[in-house]
């Protein structure tokens, strides 16, 4: 990040277009879509396209079918005590020749007019603002969603969890774009199933053959029966509890069911 933005004189531009900034949300506006332009049009030094390579090269190693990558923030203070929640870039489904241009992208969603308001009302100052970026497999998802490891009443004991979940990706379920089945389950072994709300889901989340994501249609045999299995489901429940008692806190768990019926924990 610092190699990136110091080679460019990025870090001078954000400093400089701090200085001069009046104050208005509309200057803020200016200088967030100046810094990410800027982001986009410089170049990656040359040894750091060659790390990235490298590594791209290792990851396909990894699995016989084509290469496709996901692309997430990991910024300095992201989900510490403030969690940026959507705010920062995810590149998903990504082929290895635009892994350098989704680098970037992620790289420039830290100023975001979002991100950097957000920054900005809790304190954080410009010398404490840097970007990682985690590059991994794709997982290719058949059922993805949400579980929260206890949903309660103010005052009133845990006795439940809840999964929201859809076919193919979880991104529509966590932006809210598709309808998805509702789960509740108890929180002690077996998990029983307390209720479910079963949604008609049309539409899925699916992994386009040269990169990035497509809505699809989902067969219409899938469209009114529960995407999770019992067996699914009392898996989460197993895993989103033992996540818990490690963190020593309830939990909002991503996940993904692969084709294959592999539990992927996403976040």
């Known amino acids: 990040f610092f190699t990136f933005m110091s080679r460019n004189g990025l870090l001078e531009l954000v400093s400089d277009g701090l200085e001069q900034w009046d104050g208005s949300e509309l200057g ?28 791209v090269d290792v990851l396909g190693t990894q699995t016989s079918k084509p290469l496709r990558l996901a692309l997430r923030s990991s910024a300095w203070g992201e989900d510490g005590d403030s969690s940026f929640a959507g705010q920062y870039g995810t590149e998903l489904n990504v082929p290895p020749a635009r892994v350098v241009e989704a680098y970037k992208r992620v790289i420039a969603s830290t100023y975001s007019i979002e991100a950097w308001r957000y920054r900005m009302d809790r304190g954080y100052q410009e010398n404490e603002v840097a970007m990682a970026v985690g ?41 809210g774009e598709t309808a998805t089945d ?17 949604a008609p889901k049309t539409r899925r989340l699916a992994a386009a053959p ?58």
Do not use: N
């Open 28 to 55: 803020l506006h200016e200088l967030s879509d100046l810094v990410q332009t800027r982001i986009m049009d410089s170049p990656l030094p040359w040894r750091l396209v060659a790390q990235i390579d490298a590594m």
């Open 135 to 175: 590059c991994q497999l794709m997982v290719e998802s058949h059922v993805s969603g949400v579980l929260f490891t206890c949903t309660q009443d103010p005052g009133q004991p845990c006795e439940t969890m809840v999964v929201s979940a859809t076919w193919g990706g979880g991104a529509a379920v966590v932006s």
């Open 182 to 198: 509702t789960f509740f389950l108890g929180r002690t072994p077996p998990y029983p199933l307390q209720s479910q709300a079963i």
């Open 210 to 267: 040269k990169g990035d994501l497509v809505w699809d249609e989902v067969p219409e045999p899938l469209q009114a029966i529960p995407c999770l299995t019992a067996g699914q489901l009392a898996e989460l429940a197993r895993v989103g509890m033992s996540l818990e008692r490690y963190y020593k806190r309830p939990q909002d768990v991503e996940w993904t069911f692969d084709a294959q019926g592999q539990l992927h924990i996403l976040q």
